[in-house]
């Protein structure tokens, strides 16, 4: 049984705002789903069915917001041997780059920019920012991750973004890509996949909303 967990980062200010992109701290809500992600972190990812500590492994990506929620997860605790979670940061796992649109809200685009809006609007998964990113190139740079994600055999936490997420929960339980972009993906809420040999399709799934 091999089990993923994927999050998002915590509330931060520009979701309070409705900006894109950035590299923003956390508001107070994310701050709290730090703390909480950190004992979820501890009593789950952390710990085998018959609660025996196991190694772990953390990803995050290289913005502070996904740095920062992972800031109370007891990564620097040995065991074995092994750090308790084995922690790395990873550029490829950084959100979907919005090139000229960075730090604007979407009203703000549909303004300054309104025929890029109606552009990404046709084609969401094709449409590339200017100077930026589309879908497709995010699925391009996450391909060589997610084999990675599924070569380990310990469990594997990614605290990641938005769109980021999207594409990598759509690989993990095969949604066509096409689908990918416009799926709903929460805040403070973790994914946990188990891959299970002994279940019809595969896998199984469980959500957890953690609030605040
Ligand atoms: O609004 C949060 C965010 O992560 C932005 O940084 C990013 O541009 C956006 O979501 C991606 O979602 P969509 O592709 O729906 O615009």
């Not at 549909?110 to 990113?133: C, F, N, Q, T, V």
């Not at 972009?181 to 996949?193: A, D, G, R, S």
Request: proline letters at 5%.
């Amino acid at each position: 049984k091999h089990t993923i967990y994927i999050t998002r980062h915590g509330q931060s200010e520009y979701n309070l705002v409705g900006k894109l992109g950035g590299n923003p701290p956390l508001t107070e809500a994310g701050k709290e789903y730090a703390r909480r992600l950190a004992k979820f972190a501890e009593e789950n990812v952390c710990k085998d069915d018959a609660g025996n500590v196991r190694r772990a492994r953390l990803w995050t990506s290289s913005l502070q917001r996904t740095i920062l929620t992972a800031e109370h997860i007891p990564h620097p605790i040995v065991c074995d041997g092994w750090q308790q979670m084995a922690t790395r940061v990873y550029r490829n796992l950084d959100e979907i780059f919005a090139g000229e649109c960075e730090g604007l809200t979407y009203a703000e685009i549909e303004k300054l920019h309104g025929s890029e809006a109606s552009l990404r609007k046709m084609d969401k998964i094709g449409y590339r920012y200017p100077r930026g990113e589309s879908y497709f190139d995010l699925i391009a740079r996450l391909d060589p991750l997610v084999h990675e994600l599924e070569s380990y055999e310990e469990p594997v936490m990614v605290i990641s973004h938005q769109a980021v997420m999207r594409i990598l929960y759509s690989y993990l339980v095969g949604i066509d890509r096409e689908r990918a972009p416009k799926l709903e993906i929460p805040l403070h809420t973790v994914v946990k996949i188990t891959y299970d040999a002994y279940n019809e399709c595969g896998f199984t799934e469980e959500r957890f909303y953690l609030g605040p």
